[in-house]
C-alpha cells in the first residue's frame, strides 16, 4: 500500500507564556524562558503521534527542520522527509507559514499543526481553500475553531484518516485575542478567517428507520447541493453507475445508466460519448468530474469509465475530481482505500492521499486513496 503523507509543523514557541503568567506568547518568549517556563508544544505534539503507533508503517511525514517537527520524528522513529530550511535561533511566524506554503506544493493530505491562536492566524493566512489541517491544542489561548479538543483527540481522528474511517470535512473558524490588550484587562477578540478542517463522520445521517440510511434520500439531498452551486459555463462530467445516474435523475436530468454524460449549465450536452468526444468537450473548457465507486471493490477510475482517460484526467484536472458515495457504500470497502488504475502510473502516482467524497447535503467526507 503507498504512504500517506502528512504535514507536521511544531510552533516550539507555543504556550510559552501560560506557566509565566503572560496571557499569552507572542512577542515574549524570551520573558517566558526567564521567568522558568518550559516549552511543552513538542510533548503535546508527541501525546498525539503516539495514536499513530498502529499506522506508522503507512506514513511518511513532511515537516520542516529542528524543533519544527524533525527532532520529535526522528525521537519517536517516524518516516519522515525535510522541506526547506530553518535559520539559526527560534522559529518564527515567517516559517510557519513557508513551512505551510511548502507542505501544500508537496500535496500533503493533511497538514497537522502545534500551537495556540497566533499559530492558526500564521496558517490561515497562507493557507490554500479546501486544504485540511488540524490543531494540536499547545497554545496559551485556544478560541479558534481549528483544534481539536485535546492532542489524543488530534491523534485519534489522523489516525481514523489513515485507516479508512469516515471524516467529515467542516469550515473552521480561526479568531485571536488581542494579548496587549488582555494584559492590560481587556478582552478584544478577532477573526481572521476559516480554514478547512476534519470532523469524526458517522456512518448514518438520513435515517427513514432503525437507523438504516437512506440512498434515495441522500441522492435527493446531494442533488438539491448541486442545483444550489452549479457553475455556469462549467461542464460537469457523470460517470456511469447507479448512484450518478440516481443523481441525474433528481436533477430532472436523462443520462445514461453505464456511459459517461456531459452537463452544462444544468442542461445534457452530451450522452454516452466515448473518450475522443470527452476529450473534445474538456481540452480547453473548465470542468468538473463526478465518479463513484464500485462497491465492495472501491475502484473510481479505471473500471467501467475507461473513457475518462488519462489525458481527460489531465485536461479536467485531479483537483476537480469529486467521488460521489453514500455512507453505506463507502462501509461497505470495512476500511479499504478507494483506488485508481488509469493505465498511467506516473497520473496514478499524483493522485492525492484523500479524496473529497460526497456523502449528502453540503456533506464532504474525507476518505483514502490507493494507487
Same mark, same amino acid.
Given at each position: 500500500?503507498?504512504?500517506?503523507?502528512?504535514?507536521?509543523?511544531?510552533?516550539?514557541?507555543?504556550?510559552?507564556?501560560?506557566?509565566?503568567?503572560?496571557?499569552?506568547?507572542?512577542?515574549?518568549?524570551?520573558?517566558?524562558?526567564?521567568?522558568?517556563?518550559?516549552?511543552?508544544?513538542?510533548?503535546?505534539?508527541?501525546?498525539?503521534?503516539?495514536?499513530?503507533? #498502529? $499506522?506508522?508503517?503507512?506514513?511518511?511525514?513532511?515537516?520542516?527542520?529542528?524543533?519544527?517537527?524533525?527532532?520529535?520524528?526522528?525521537?519517536?522513529?517516524?518516516?519522515?522527509? =525535510?522541506?526547506?530550511?530553518?535559520?539559526?535561533?527560534?522559529?518564527?511566524?515567517?516559517?510557519?507559514?513557508?513551512?505551510?506554503?511548502?507542505?501544500?506544493?508537496?500535496?500533503?493530505?493533511?497538514?497537522?499543526?502545534?500551537?495556540?491562536?497566533?499559530?492558526?492566524?500564521?496558517?490561515?493566512?497562507?493557507?490554500?481553500?479546501?486544504?485540511?489541517?488540524?490543531?494540536?491544542?499547545?497554545? $496559551?489561548?485556544?478560541?479558534?475553531?481549528?483544534?481539536?479538543?485535546?492532542?489524543?483527540?488530534?491523534?485519534?481522528?489522523?489516525?481514523?484518516?489513515?485507516?479508512?474511517?469516515?471524516?467529515?470535512?467542516?469550515?473552521?473558524? !480561526?479568531?485571536?485575542?488581542?494579548?496587549?490588550?488582555?494584559?492590560?484587562?481587556? $478582552?478584544?477578540?478577532?477573526?481572521?478567517?476559516?480554514?478547512? !478542517?476534519?470532523?469524526?463522520?458517522?456512518?448514518?445521517? *438520513?435515517?427513514? *428507520?432503525?437507523?438504516?440510511?437512506?440512498?434515495?434520500?441522500?441522492?435527493?439531498?446531494?442533488?438539491?447541493?448541486?442545483?444550489?452551486?452549479?457553475?455556469?459555463?462549467?461542464?460537469?462530467?457523470?460517470?456511469?453507475?447507479?448512484?450518478?445516474?440516481?443523481?441525474?435523475?433528481?436533477?430532472?436530468?436523462?443520462?445514461?445508466?453505464?456511459?459517461?454524460?456531459?452537463?452544462?449549465?444544468?442542461?445534457?450536452?452530451?450522452?454516452?460519448?466515448?473518450?475522443?468526444?470527452?476529450?473534445?468537450?474538456?481540452?480547453?473548457?473548465?470542468?468538473?468530474?463526478?465518479?463513484?465507486?464500485?462497491?465492495?471493490?472501491?475502484?473510481?477510475?479505471?473500471?467501467?469509465?475507461?473513457?475518462?482517460? #488519462?489525458?481527460?484526467?489531465?485536461?479536467?484536472?485531479? +483537483?476537480? =475530481?469529486?467521488?460521489?458515495?453514500?455512507?453505506?457504500?463507502?462501509?461497505?470497502?470495512?476500511?479499504?482505500?478507494?483506488?485508481?488504475?488509469?493505465? +498511467?502510473?506516473?497520473?496514478?502516482?499524483?493522485?492525492?492521499? !484523500?479524496?473529497?467524497?460526497?456523502?449528502?447535503?453540503?456533506?464532504?467526507?474525507?476518505? #483514502?486513496?490507493?494507487?
Amino acid at each position: 500500500m503507498s504512504r500517506f503523507h502528512l504535514g507536521l509543523i511544531i510552533n516550539p514557541l507555543a504556550g510559552l507564556g501560560g506557566p509565566a503568567g503572560l496571557k499569552g506568547s507572542d512577542g515574549v518568549a524570551e520573558q517566558a524562558l526567564a521567568l522558568g517556563s518550559e516549552p511543552r508544544a513538542a510533548q503535546r505534539t508527541r501525546t498525539a503521534l503516539e495514536c499513530l503507533r #498502529p $499506522v506508522q508503517e503507512r506514513l511518511e511525514f513532511l515537516t520542516f527542520a529542528g524543533s519544527m517537527g524533525a527532532d520529535l520524528l526522528t525521537e519517536m522513529g517516524f518516516s519522515y522527509r =525535510l522541506l526547506g530550511e530553518l535559520a539559526a535561533g527560534p522559529s518564527s511566524a515567517a516559517d510557519t507559514r513557508k513551512a505551510v506554503e511548502l507542505l501544500q506544493d508537496a500535496g500533503v493530505a493533511l497538514i497537522l499543526f502545534a500551537g495556540g491562536d497566533g499559530t492558526a492566524r500564521d496558517i490561515c493566512a497562507v493557507a490554500r481553500e479546501g486544504q485540511p489541517v488540524l490543531g494540536i491544542p499547545a497554545g $496559551v489561548k485556544i478560541h479558534s475553531g481549528v483544534y481539536a479538543i485535546s492532542p489524543r483527540a488530534a491523534g485519534e481522528l489522523t489516525r481514523r484518516l489513515v485507516e479508512g474511517g469516515l471524516v467529515r470535512l467542516a469550515s473552521g473558524e !480561526v479568531r485571536d485575542l488581542d494579548e496587549s490588550a488582555l494584559r492590560e484587562g481587556r $478582552v478584544a477578540a478577532r477573526w481572521y478567517g476559516e480554514l478547512t !478542517v476534519p470532523e469524526e463522520g458517522g456512518y448514518v445521517q *438520513q435515517v427513514k *428507520q432503525a437507523g438504516v440510511e437512506s440512498e434515495e434520500l441522500v441522492l435527493s439531498d446531494l442533488a438539491a447541493w448541486l442545483e444550489d452551486s452549479w457553475e455556469a459555463d462549467v461542464r460537469y462530467i457523470f460517470g456511469p453507475g447507479s448512484t450518478l445516474h440516481g443523481l441525474a435523475q433528481n436533477l430532472g436530468l436523462q443520462t445514461t445508466l453505464l456511459g459517461v454524460d456531459v452537463i452544462e449549465n444544468g442542461q445534457v450536452i452530451a450522452l454516452d460519448v466515448h473518450e475522443a468526444q470527452l476529450y473534445a468537450l474538456v481540452a480547453d473548457h473548465p470542468a468538473r468530474l463526478l465518479v463513484t465507486a464500485i462497491g465492495g471493490q472501491g475502484h473510481i477510475i479505471g473500471r467501467g469509465n475507461q473513457q475518462i482517460s #488519462p489525458r481527460v484526467l489531465r485536461a479536467v484536472g485531479l +483537483d476537480q =475530481l469529486r467521488v460521489v458515495a453514500t455512507k453505506r457504500k463507502l462501509g461497505t470497502l470495512h476500511g479499504r482505500p478507494l483506488l485508481v488504475d488509469s493505465g +498511467d502510473s506516473q497520473l496514478d502516482d499524483a493522485f492525492p492521499d !484523500v479524496v473529497r467524497v460526497w456523502a449528502g447535503y453540503k456533506e464532504e467526507l474525507l476518505y #483514502p486513496l490507493g494507487k
